[in-house]
């Protein structure tokens, strides 16, 4: 399927490692020049010179902190100045520590809101009015099954992540006529580092093994499996591109079928 991203630039966060990358990985395949950041500054450049051997695309890479306002404008305005436009966004990043609400303070939910919710608000703000004028662009929000089924001990994803899906589905509606999506994409298990912590704090929690954590996982997936980084790219693609111009204010999962809900 034609995708018609040779021409766009697209902006992913958090692209050096799981998701980010291979959503980035994705779409320098399908031909798009690509701003990626990420804070560590080594690995970002692997990344960036992995991907310029594997596209016709440019590649620009920002080592920059999502959760400071300051590194997000700087990281918009490099980007700006070397393609002169952004399509495409897609705001990602790391998750918050897992926990209860007891054990959380009220820092932990200041740098989990500046992380989660504010850096998607900053993101948005700087890339919308270029996108207005174009008439053309696509919002993509990495968020999480949480927001449809909560899961136990992530109390700060659960309730931020859904923070952006409420901005996402209303936002979605002020900026369809200007011809640009708002979607969110729902990863569920997925076999990436984050995962992995995942599976490591619950089992230290509950005194059973990181694989017992991850057996536990995969037998309430109807897939019987975690799913694959690149599997989840497939659809975040798709959404960003041409062929998905009428797909605006959806939060789809890409779960193996984990989430119970008719919606």
């Given amino acids: 399927m034609e995708l018609g991203l040779q021409e766009k630039v697209a902006l992913v966060a958090a692209a050096s490692r799981g998701l980010g990358r291979?959503?980035?990985?994705?779409?320098?395949?399908?031909?798009?020049?690509?701003?990626?950041c990420a804070r560590g500054e080594e690995q970002l450049n692997e990344v960036c010179e992995s991907l310029s051997r594997r596209t016709l695309g440019r590649i620009l890479g920002v080592a920059a902190d999502l959760s400071v306002t300051a590194d997000v404008e700087r990281l918009v305005e490099r980007g700006l100045e070397r393609f002169g436009r952004i399509d495409i966004l897609v705001t990602n990043s790391g998750g918050p520590p897992s926990g209860q609400f007891d054990s959380l303070s009220r820092q932990d939910w200041e740098a989990a809101a500046r992380l989660l919710l504010t850096s998607v608000l900053d993101l948005t703000r700087l890339v919308l009015p270029g996108m207005k004028a174009r008439g053309w662009g696509r919002i993509l929000n990495v968020t999480s099954i949480t927001v449809k089924q909560p899961v136990e001990n992530l109390m700060l994803s659960n309730s931020l992540r859904a923070a952006v899906t409420g901005f996402a589905r209303t936002l979605a509606n002020e900026v369809a006529a200007y011809g640009i999506t708002v979607n969110n994409i729902l990863p569920g298990y997925t076999r990436t580092d984050r995962v992995e912590q995942l599976a490591e704090a619950l089992a230290a929690k509950e005194g059973i093994s990181p694989a017992a954590v991850r057996a536990r996982w995969q037998a309430a997936i109807p897939m019987q499996r975690l799913g694959e980084p690149r599997e989840f790219a497939a659809l975040a693609a798709f959404l960003v591109s041409e062929r998905a111009s009428y797909i605006t204010g959806s939060s789809i999962a890409v779960d193996g079928g984990w989430i119970r809900s008719l919606f």
């Fill in 22 to 36: 291979a959503v980035a990985e994705e779409l320098a395949e399908e031909g798009a020049s690509l701003i990626l």
